[in-house]
């Protein structure tokens, strides 16, 4: 990364711009998410840049929702593949569950850099969008999926996502976790858990909470999902960016 001192204020911050930066350079992540990230590092400011107890509730809660589906997939964009590679692949070990490549704009090699990308960081398997399946009520290249993974899946881990295809995910039927910055983004809004934190922050989290819930009783894993109400979560986040002084 660049020569910031770790006393710098900004330090997390930039750490995190040198990873998409050099996600960039190394094709995974598109130049198009570097918008994206600036936009979501906005409001992290407004967030004060610290986990909030409503991030906490939906991670507890989607954590609890990933151990309970039959057929948990995890959904991989560059910016995520450049962030998180690490937990990405922690979380899907723990779980059982594959990790899936999936971008807006259509790139085999980028595809394949960022497949390549979450082997080197250990994964053991990364399923590839295809043409013989399909999503529903979708126009764009995130339509494409992989037969034995997004397609069948009962529950998908969708961090940094395009409101799209959350929409579409929910309209067939599947359960959305994502990670979103913007509780009034399209994509935080129509999901079933959303945790409005930094992905860098969120994922080690929930890994955790998946390790600590993962022996626990079924009875209390439904039990934290039938209480978690996301308009709840949502409500609470927009409250703490309209306070925010900078």
Do not use: W
């Not at 996600?23 to 918008?35: F, Q, R």
């Not at 995130?142 to 995910?169: K, M, S, T, Y």
């Amino acid at each position: 990364m660049s020569d910031t001192p770790r006393s710098h204020p900004r330090y997390q911050s930039l750490r995190l711009r040198d990873r998409i930066v050099a996600g960039v350079a190394e094709g995974i992540t598109s130049p198009h998410g570097l918008i994206a990230h600036g936009r979501g590092e906005a409001l992290d400011y407004l967030l004060g840049e610290r986990t909030h107890r409503f991030a906490t509730r939906a991670i507890r809660a989607a954590a609890a929702t990933l151990l309970l589906a039959e057929r948990p997939v995890l959904s991989v964009n560059g910016n995520a593949a450049a962030l998180v590679p690490g937990e990405l692949v922690r979380l899907g070990k723990r779980l059982g569950a594959p990790l899936e490549v999936n971008i807006f704009h259509a790139s085999k090699a980028r595809e394949r850099a960022i497949r390549r990308h979450l082997l080197a960081h250990g994964a053991d398997t990364v399923l590839m969008p295809t043409r013989r399946a399909q999503l529903d009520f979708l126009d764009s290249n995130r339509r494409f999926v992989h037969p034995q993974g997004i397609a069948r899946a009962d529950v998908v881990f969708v961090p940094l996502e395009d409101g799209d295809r959350c929409e579409a995910l929910r309209k067939m039927g599947k359960v959305v976790v994502t990670v979103d910055l913007n509780p009034l983004s399209r994509t935080a809004t129509t999901a079933s858990i959303t945790i409005v934190d930094n992905v860098a922050r969120a994922l080690p989290l929930l890994v955790a909470q998946v390790r600590e819930l993962r022996r626990a009783a079924l009875r209390r894993l439904r039990l934290l999902v039938a209480r978690y109400d996301n308009a709840k979560v949502l409500e609470a986040a927009e409250r703490r960016i309209r306070r925010a002084r900078l």
